[in-house]
């Protein structure tokens, strides 16, 4: 058994559960979860490249460096591995990430179209507003070099004609944020239509705004 037997699991339910939940289809989509190693070395597990999630089993989640080299693993890594990589570097209270295809999400992401700050939830859980990177292919630096800006300080992020990714302090948040993502695209989309958008008051967004940092902020 893997010494990061634990890890491997937690990204692979997460994965399995993305699938299930339809937040992805087929093979589409990635997990990964950060391992801090006594000594310092910072490692990744993450979903392999190109497998469907129901057919997996711990052993096929790889650990990865930091430099993106296999650790641990016979399967090759996701084809978003750096990206991985680049927000855990960008955000060190960030322990997992996960990148998905949602509908709402990505209707956001075909028209262009960044989420305000409309909800209580979506502030305290999310971080205010969602941006929307610039396009870039699946898989490349320039994807990183857009995505990490993006995202900021916040824990949500679309890419431009691609999909979501979200991120936690452990597992668990992350995947509740990748749901409130979902749930705030879709209701933002459900609002344009009906004509009318009220933004949250300025005085309640820098409360919960507030809150956000003290809990997510890299220098709390």
């Given at each position: 058994?893997?010494?990061?037997?634990?890890?491997?699991?937690?990204?692979?339910?997460?994965?399995?559960?993305?699938?299930?939940?339809?937040?992805?289809v087929g093979t589409s989509g990635n997990v990964s979860m950060r391992i801090s190693e006594p000594g310092g070395r910072q490692l990744l597990a993450i979903t392999p490249n190109n497998r469907y999630y129901d057919l997996?089993?711990?052993?096929?989640?790889?650990?990865?460096?930091?430099?993106?080299e296999c650790v641990e693993g016979e399967l090759t890594a996701s084809i978003e591995t750096m990206l991985h990589i680049g927000i855990y570097r960008a955000r060190t209270k960030v322990n997992a990430v996960i990148h998905t295809h949602p509908v709402f999400g990505s209707i956001l992401s075909v028209i262009g179209a960044e989420i305000p700050p409309i909800l209580d939830d979506q502030v305290t859980y999310l971080g205010g507003e969602i941006k929307v990177t610039e396009y870039s292919l699946p898989g490349s630096q320039e994807l990183v070099e857009n995505v990490v800006p993006a995202l900021g300080p916040r824990n949500a992020v679309i890419l431009a004609n691609h999909g979501t990714v979200?991120?936690?302090?452990?597992?668990?948040?992350?995947?509740?944020?990748?749901?409130?993502?979902?749930?705030?695209?879709r209701i933002y989309i459900y609002a344009l239509g009906a004509g009318k958008i009220n933004p949250l008051p300025t005085d309640a967004l820098e409360m919960e705004k507030a809150y956000f940092d003290y809990l997510h902020g890299e220098g709390s």
């Amino acid at each position: 058994m893997s010494v990061w037997n634990s890890e491997k699991k937690a990204v692979l339910e997460a994965a399995q559960q993305m699938a299930q939940k339809g937040l992805v289809v087929g093979t589409s989509g990635n997990v990964s979860m950060r391992i801090s190693e006594p000594g310092g070395r910072q490692l990744l597990a993450i979903t392999p490249n190109n497998r469907y999630y129901d057919l997996l089993d711990v052993d096929d989640i790889g650990i990865v460096d930091f430099e993106g080299e296999c650790v641990e693993g016979e399967l090759t890594a996701s084809i978003e591995t750096m990206l991985h990589i680049g927000i855990y570097r960008a955000r060190t209270k960030v322990n997992a990430v996960i990148h998905t295809h949602p509908v709402f999400g990505s209707i956001l992401s075909v028209i262009g179209a960044e989420i305000p700050p409309i909800l209580d939830d979506q502030v305290t859980y999310l971080g205010g507003e969602i941006k929307v990177t610039e396009y870039s292919l699946p898989g490349s630096q320039e994807l990183v070099e857009n995505v990490v800006p993006a995202l900021g300080p916040r824990n949500a992020v679309i890419l431009a004609n691609h999909g979501t990714v979200t991120v936690g302090r452990d597992m668990r948040e992350a995947f509740t944020n990748c749901e409130m993502l979902e749930k705030t695209a879709r209701i933002y989309i459900y609002a344009l239509g009906a004509g009318k958008i009220n933004p949250l008051p300025t005085d309640a967004l820098e409360m919960e705004k507030a809150y956000f940092d003290y809990l997510h902020g890299e220098g709390s």
